[in-house]
């Protein structure tokens, strides 16, 4: 079966660079969530979108944004990079309800060097 | 603000041995409630989920929880567990018909063979 697919699943940046994260949802799947999971740490919810249209909204860092395009996928844009930026970037994708919760992808692991 | 409690962070079980793992949430309204596993290196799968019907839940692996509405948890359980349970478990709240997963600070389960 399809799932979340996610790209890349590496990425090394330095300080002050500038990174984008992609998220392909699972077909017929119209929410994108991204989540970020710090070393050790639960993961924290970033942003939402439906249909193209941000949902909510979580911590997510104001150098932080993304958007979701017509064919649904979603890309996380990062800049001005900082060290504690390091971390597991989870996608999922759902249904608007939620009802089947949650695919997640298998996530970009950002290292900010 | 609703806040998901998982009540051990880590715990380590000797094979066969029975497991219970405890979630509790604070939310006034209607939830969805759910179970993730993940394991080393791998993402987030869910386990099992709880809409509405039957409070005992049964997922795959083995794995139930119990909605007890008026205590607010989730508890999730196996008779016996594998060496192959280790992993950690997170419980995930979600609003009814919103957009954002609550997710508890995950429980690491050791499973010894």
């Known amino acids: 079966a399809a799932g979340v697919i996610q790209s890349p699943r590496h990425l090394i940046k330095e300080k002050r660079e500038t990174a984008t994260l992609k998220c392909y949802p699972i077909p017929r799947h119209d929410t994108v969530y991204w989540y970020q999971q710090g070393p050790g740490q639960d993961p924290q919810f970033l942003i939402s979108f439906y249909e193209k249209m941000q949902s909510d909204k979580g911590s997510i860092p104001d150098r932080f944004s993304a958007q979701q395009f017509s064919d649904y996928h979603s890309e996380l844009n990062m800049s001005s990079l900082e060290l504690g930026d390091s971390a597991l970037y989870f996608c999922?994708?759902?249904?608007?309800?939620?009802?089947?919760?949650?695919?997640f992808g298998s996530g970009t692991r950002l290292t900010v060097v | 603000a609703q806040s998901v409690s998982q009540h051990n962070h880590h715990v380590i079980l000797s094979e066969a041995a029975s497991l219970e793992l405890g979630c509790n949430y604070s939310?006034?309204?209607?939830?969805?409630l759910f179970w993730y596993v993940q394991y080393p290196g791998q993402h987030l799968q869910l386990l099992l989920k709880y809409f509405s019907g039957d409070p005992l839940v049964k997922g795959i692996k083995g794995f139930e929880a119990e909605f007890i509405k008026s205590k607010f948890s989730f508890n999730l359980r196996k008779p016996s567990v594998q060496w192959s349970d280790t992993a950690e478990y997170f419980c995930?709240?979600?609003?009814?018909?919103?957009?954002?997963?609550?997710f508890g600070a995950g429980t690491r389960l050791f499973v010894k063979a």
């Open positions: 995930a709240v979600s609003l009814t018909g919103g957009f954002k997963t609550i």
């Open positions: 939310y006034g309204g209607t939830v969805n």
């Open positions: 999922a994708s759902s249904t608007w309800t939620g009802m089947n919760g949650y695919t």
